[in-house]
């Protein structure tokens, strides 16, 4: 039965660093890719960053290049964002999201979040 579930969110201070994981089932075929997505309070969600399991490909938002890192385990059950460097504008539920190959674009993230399955997400939490 298909299902993500993430853990790993909490409280850090600026400069942190905290790894985010999402227990992945169902989703391991080559028409799903696998990303991370966030949603600040207020606003709406946005993509964080994403991978095609099969190639390796990732892809990341402007914000997250230099400082965040998506990855999986060998087995692929686990989906990884590693993240450096937080900042208080990093505050948000973290959420883990499988979504069809066909809809994404060039950016790596789906056309429509309502394409997208979805974890229950973590709250991650940086202070200033």
């Known amino acids: 039965q298909a299902h993500l579930a993430e853990s790993g969110g909490g409280s850090v201070q600026a400069g942190g660093s905290l790894r985010l994981s999402c227990a992945v089932s169902?989703?391991?075929?080559?028409?799903?890719?696998l990303g991370w997505f966030r949603q600040a309070p207020g606003k709406g969600r946005e993509g964080v960053a994403s991978?095609?399991?099969?190639?390796?490909?990732?892809y990341y938002a402007d914000f997250a290049k230099g400082r965040f890192t998506i990855s999986q385990d060998n087995d692929k059950n686990t989906l990884f964002l590693q993240m450096l460097d937080l900042k208080a504008e990093d505050t948000a539920i973290y959420y883990c999201?499988?979504?069809?190959?066909?809809?994404?674009?060039?950016?790596?993230?789906?056309?429509?979040?309502?394409?997208?399955?979805w974890g229950q997400g973590t709250q991650v939490t940086v202070s200033s």
């Open positions: 169902g989703y391991k075929d080559l028409s799903y890719f």
């Open positions: 991978i095609y399991p099969f190639v390796g490909a990732t």
């Open positions: 999201a499988a979504f069809p190959s066909d809809t994404v674009t060039r950016d790596g993230f789906p056309r429509d979040l309502a394409f997208a399955r």
